[in-house]
């Protein structure tokens, strides 16, 4: 479905991304690994076009990201590290501005927004302010936003981070629930036993370039996948 092909990014003489090349497959759940300043984030931004390569080619559907621009952000929703809501607006506000901006007509954004909210057990505080929720119900309102026009894929960059494990859980919970559901979801993150527990396969980055790239079964195989990402990335 995804396929980068010798993907570069620099800024000035960084090398934020130096060669990458894999494919990710419709309905799998692909993880990004790396130590801060690996690429993980850079690589993100470039799958949702906030970036372009440097040098290299990245393709969905057998379609490169240049001049395909409105198809690949039809397939796209992303949900980025930073809670980026209107703190001014409350949590259906928030989610109504958001179908409205993806030209969502009037009847579907209502329904589309109650089965969301009922999906993430979000629809108690629908009427509340954002500043009023906890933070692992702004991951999930995240989540719901991302979700709002059905995109094919989701991106998550670091979905649970500064969540206490069992929230952590709750929001793992969800994800597996989306990918039962056929979408595709790539996420970048720093727990390596959120990526042990989501993933079908993983990729590790290191200054930029892939230093492994396999299922979560063989990167565990004899040992856990921590140590594998410590042994690659040290």
């Known amino acids: 479905m995804i396929e980068l092909r010798d993907v570069h990014r620099t800024f000035s003489a960084t090398r934020a991304v130096d060669g990458v090349s894999f494919t990710i497959e419709r ?9 801060n300043g690996a690429g993980k984030t850079t690589t993100i931004k470039m799958l949702t076009l ?4 440097t040098a290299g080619e990245i393709f969905f559907d057998g379609r ?25 607006l409350t949590v259906e506000e928030n989610l109504e501005l958001h179908a409205r901006l993806h030209h969502l007509p009037k009847v579907e954004r209502r329904a589309r927004i109650d089965e969301l909210l ?30 709002i026009h059905r995109p094919q894929i989701l991106l998550l960059d ?29 996420l970048t993150t720093h727990y390596i036993e959120e990526a042990e527990f989501l993933c079908d396969r993983v990729a590790i980055l290191k200054r930029g370039r892939l230093v492994a790239l396999d299922t979560t079964k063989n990167l565990c195989a004899g040992h856990s996948l921590e140590e ?6 040290n």
């Open 27 to 35: 309905g799998e759940v692909f993880g990004l690994l790396g130590k």
């Open 50 to 53: 906030q970036l372009k390569p």
């Open 64 to 88: 490169p990201t240049l001049g395909n621009e409105i198809f690949v952000k039809s397939l796209l929703g992303l949900v980025p590290q930073h809670l980026n809501f209107d703190q001014d």
């Open 118 to 147: 009922k999906f993430v057990e979000l629809e108690r505080v629908r009427h509340s302010g954002v500043r009023e929720l906890s933070g692992g119900m702004k991951r999930r309102l995240l989540i719901v936003r991302a979700l």
């Open 158 to 186: 670091e979905p649970t981070v500064a969540l206490d494990p069992q929230v952590r859980r709750k929001i793992w919970e969800l994800l597996l629930e989306l990918k039962a559901r056929g979408i595709t979801i790539i």
């Open 228 to 233: 594998t990402f410590l042994a690659l990335t």
